[in-house]
């Protein structure tokens, strides 16, 4: 009979793996876009999730969802990347209570310089010590868990395909 309360070996073989990673990949992953492109992640990710929508723009509430971000947290990180010229905020034209965040020429061309980088480390740290089965069965577990985490799909982390 086993003890639901407790992993066993094996669970707890996983869970610590993957806690490793959970800590681990965050560090990699700042520490690239901080030397090379002095941005935080959260930042360039933000500013990738612009570049990739229709016009380089977003309801900031739709970008909060595909950041996985809390409209508050989002909020800072916008002001922040408008001190730099990278985003600007605009009203929404057909919701004045709304507003849109937008990507600039020079939000742009920071994403496209930045891009190679970051992708490389994730590459580098995730993707090329993986099998093609690996990444597959890597996206199904993922899958899982966030079914999990965010089962409204509110954040809409598990409907995004690329």
Known sequence: MSDDRWLTADQLSAWKKLIAVV?????????????????????????????????????????????????????????????????????CANDRRATKAALTANGWAKVVATAPGHVATARQNVIDPLTATDVADL??????????????????????TQ
């Open 23 to 91: 800590e681990l990949l965050p560090g990699a992953l700042e520490s690239q876009l901080r030397r090379d492109a002095d941005l935080s992640h959260f930042e360039y990710f933000t500013m990738a999730m612009l570049s990739e929508a229709p016009e380089h723009t977003l309801r900031m509430t739709a970008l909060a969802s595909l950041t996985n971000s809390t409209l508050a947290r989002l909020s800072h990180v916008v002001s922040r990347l408008e001190e730099r010229g990278f985003v600007r905020r605009q009203p």
């Open 139 to 160: 996206e199904r577990i993922m899958g899982r868990i966030l079914g999990t985490l965010d089962p409204s799909n509110k954040m809409l982390a598990t409907s995004q």
